[in-house]
């Protein structure tokens, strides 16, 4: 009969002899002794009220276990030499370490289903996780799931992920961290970044499935929009905060720590906060195909980055502006309507005309890109012929001829590297279009420099055509 005996008092002489078995044992057979017919799993499982003094009796039981458990681990963390109420003894901290685990061990071979649920919570309640996710037992995924239920589960979600991970169920774990990157949360330390990385997790997990299902396969597709999404929140996130003098954009970064949809991300921060870069990532992501939108889109985002370095000498205006064409090249230029090529060229030449820039810096960067020598040159005849006033008003009616005789100069270059049989006709072509600007610039009415130069220029390019 062990009801009425001293249970603090033998745990106590047991722990001062390493008897860590002897505690265990002792301690689970006297909660067994208080509820001969086992009513408190059933307790544990359905939450009711009725026998609580059954579990509270059990867990009294308990308690003996977990006071040693609590004093090895405040001793494995740096005690030393120490001999406390609980009989513990305990010549350093790795000592007090092994004893530890070896008391664990007995621990989680118990067939308690009770005590395995107390002994769940005091691992989770000391943040004993790993030592908590490496345990063997048929009791540990009903537990969690019971405990998920509950209505403050966001510590036993983010456990449970881990643990059907490491079981290897990728589908479980990947449902439950998109539930978490979804989760409401009003602390401050919850952040957009911490829910992106739980996307990003799931992700990862869906794709470790090994089903071949079409709705498992639709579920990776809705997290990878989910996580495009993010992305672009993050990016509105990042601008904003460098917006530190306005105080709204300022007031809208608590907010982004939710995950909104991406028309709220457009409507409510990108176009409220003229984000344009950012609206031009949100129109891309969502293939909203707008061709006066995305060129307004355009002209924004390079007056905005112009702006941004007007305060700094030409040459690094000049650097910072093609550093930022680059990126959105390689991000955009696959898809010609979210690249006009026509017209960002357009916008960027009447911005180096205007500046007084090299008039070989557009080219150059749209090469750098990289945009062919053809495709760029059908752009520059294309303008050309367009014949637009606004050269005319920058007091440089042949800027385009000299910029089209500097790209056919560095396509002819160019051509060096290609085999003689497909150089040939790319060639007489090329001859043809340098003929044609020579009969149209000798015909000009203006005798000025800059026909002078652009005259000059194809001329050479002619003269050079002799070698081939």
């Not at 359905?46 to 059954?54: H, K, P, S």
């Not at 176009?271 to 990532?281: D, H, I, S, T, V």
């Amino acid at each position: 009969v062990t009801v009425n005996i001293d249970l603090s008092g033998i745990c106590t002489q047991y722990a001062s002899v390493g008897f860590y078995e002897g505690i265990v044992e002792l301690c689970l057979a006297t909660a067994a002794d208080q509820d001969n017919q086992n009513l408190a799993v059933h307790l544990t499982h359905t939450g009711e009220d009725q026998g609580e003094q059954l579990l509270v009796a059990r867990r009294h039981c308990y308690t003996c276990i977990t006071s040693t458990l609590n004093n090895l681990l405040a001793m494995s963390q740096g005690a030393s030499g120490i001999h406390n109420n609980t009989g513990v003894k305990v010549s350093s901290a790795a000592e007090a370490e092994k004893q530890l685990t070896t008391m664990l061990e007995f621990c989680y071979r118990s067939s308690d289903e009770v005590f395995h649920v107390f002994l769940y919570e005091w691992l989770i309640g000391n943040t004993l996780v790993n030592r908590l996710l490496a345990i063997k037992s048929s009791y540990l995924e009903p537990y969690l799931r019971r405990a998920a239920k509950q209505p403050d589960n966001l510590q036993i979600l983010d456990i449970m992920w881990k643990y059907y991970e490491k079981e290897k169920n990728y589908n479980a774990a990947a449902r439950i961290l998109a539930k978490l990157a979804d989760r409401d949360r009003d602390t401050d330390n919850f952040t957009l970044w911490d829910r992106i990385d739980y996307i990003s997790r799931a992700i990862l997990c869906a794709k470790a499935c090994s089903t071949s299902l079409n709705n498992e396969g639709e579920f990776l597709h809705e997290l990878e929009d989910k996580m495009d999404v993010a992305q672009l929140q993050l990016n509105i996130y990042s601008s904003l905060e460098q917006m530190t003098n306005d105080a709204a954009a300022q007031a809208a970064l608590p907010e982004l720590n939710r995950l909104v949809d991406i028309s709220t991300l457009y409507s409510d921060y990108a176009e409220r906060f003229g984000l344009a870069e950012c609206q031009l990532a949100i129109v891309h992501c969502a293939g909203h195909h707008d061709p006066l939108l995305v060129q307004n889109l355009w002209r924004e985002l390079l007056t905005q980055e112009i702006n941004s370095s007007n305060h700094l000498p030409q040459t690094s205006v000049m650097s910072s502006l093609r550093n930022k064409i680059l990126l959105l090249g390689n991000i955009y230029q696959a898809a010609e309507k979210f690249f006009p090529t026509q017209y960002i060229v357009q916008q960027l030449e009447v911005i180096s005309c205007r500046g007084g820039w090299d008039q070989n810096w557009v080219v150059d960067t749209m090469l750098q890109i990289p945009t062919s020598h053809a495709h760029l040159h059908a752009t520059y005849t294309s303008l050309l012929q367009m014949k637009l006033p606004c050269w005319e008003q920058l007091g440089a009616p042949y800027h385009l001829h000299i910029v089209i005789s500097l790209l056919l100069t560095s396509y002819v270059s160019h051509l060096n590297n290609v085999p003689l049989l497909e150089r040939k006709p790319i060639l007489s072509e090329i001859q043809d279009v340098i003929d044609a600007h020579v009969v149209d610039l000798q015909a000009s009415v203006s005798a000025g420099s800059d026909v002078t130069s652009a005259l000059s220029r194809f001329k050479a390019l002619q003269a050079s055509f002799n070698k081939y």
